[in-house]
T-cell receptor, first 115, second 116 residues
Framework: DGGITQSPKYLFRKEGQNVTLSCEQNLNHDAMYWYRQDPGQGLRLIYYSQIVNDFQKGDIAEGYSVSREKKESFPLTVTSAQKNPTAFYLC??????????????FGDGTRLSIL | AQSVTQPDIHITVSEGASLELRCNYSYGATPYLFWYVQSPGQGLQLLLKYFSGDTLVQGIKGFEAEFKRSQSSFNLRKPSVHWSDAAEYFCAVLKGYGGATNKLIFGTGTLLAVQP
């Protein structure tokens, strides 16, 4: 079955470390997205990519970085510059970035915690 | 700026009772609206969407939503709630038309508890 796979499900990080969250999709979707979810704040967009080798900052990109070298993969790196990284991270994809009539499909998320 | 407001942070209903979750949006043009559901520790699943046409849209799991332009609302309803409906529900509006600026703006969510 097609879908979005996020790994790991739980991730622990020490202060000052960079960590990379994996997101892989086999839906052949062009567009991919990373969201951060905190209690009571809904989802906030970190980065998004409409096509391979291209990506744009979302609303809260500081302290994060991404790459889009392959259509199916959109890894997110949480750097040591992100001062409050503890959150639930969700990856999503959509068939075409410019399509208005397509929903985003979501992975099951990665919960990142600071030790 | 586009925004979505879900006034109710937490709602509790009895199993079998009807449900209405409120969503208000702020958008200058015709909005593209979505409702998603999230079970604990999981991603979001699309319940339904509205783009144009009939203002009453049907979704999965017996949910429906009504778009009311005059009230800037897109409330989610279900006539009879099941215990498995306990989850968090998010309303979202699509920001931007075409190009590379299409982004979903989410509300803060409503957590639904179902009493036996």
């Amino acid at each position: 079955d097609g879908g979005i796979t996020q790994s790991p499900k739980y991730l622990f990080r020490k202060e000052g470390q960079n960590v990379t969250l994996s997101c892989e999709q086999n839906l052949n979707h062009d567009a991919m997205y990373w969201y951060r979810q905190d209690p009571g704040q809904g989802l906030r967009l970190i980065y998004y990519s409409q096509i391979v080798n291209d990506f744009q900052k979302g609303d809260i990109a500081e302290g994060y970085s991404v790459s889009r070298e392959k259509k199916e993969s959109f890894p997110l790196t949480v750097t040591s510059a992100q001062k409050n990284p503890t959150a639930f991270y969700l990856c999503a994809s959509k068939d075409r970035g410019y399509g208005l009539d397509q929903p985003q499909h979501f992975g099951d998320g990665t919960r990142l915690s600071i030790l | 700026a586009q925004s979505v407001t879900q006034p109710d942070i937490h709602i509790t209903v009895s199993e079998g009772a009807s449900l209405e979750l409120r969503c208000n949006y702020s958008y200058g043009a015709t909005p593209y609206l979505f409702w998603y559901v999230q079970s604990p520790g999981q991603g979001l699943q699309l319940l339904l969407k509205y783009f144009s046409g009939d203002t009453l849209v049907q979704g999965i799991k017996g949910f429906e939503a009504e778009f009311k332009r005059s009230q800037s609302s897109f409330n989610l309803r279900k006539p009879s709630v099941h215990w498995s409906d306990a989850a968090e529900y998010f309303c979202a509006v699509l920001k931007g038309y075409g190009g590379a600026t299409n982004k979903l703006i989410f509300g803060t969510g409503t957590l639904l508890a179902v009493q036996p």
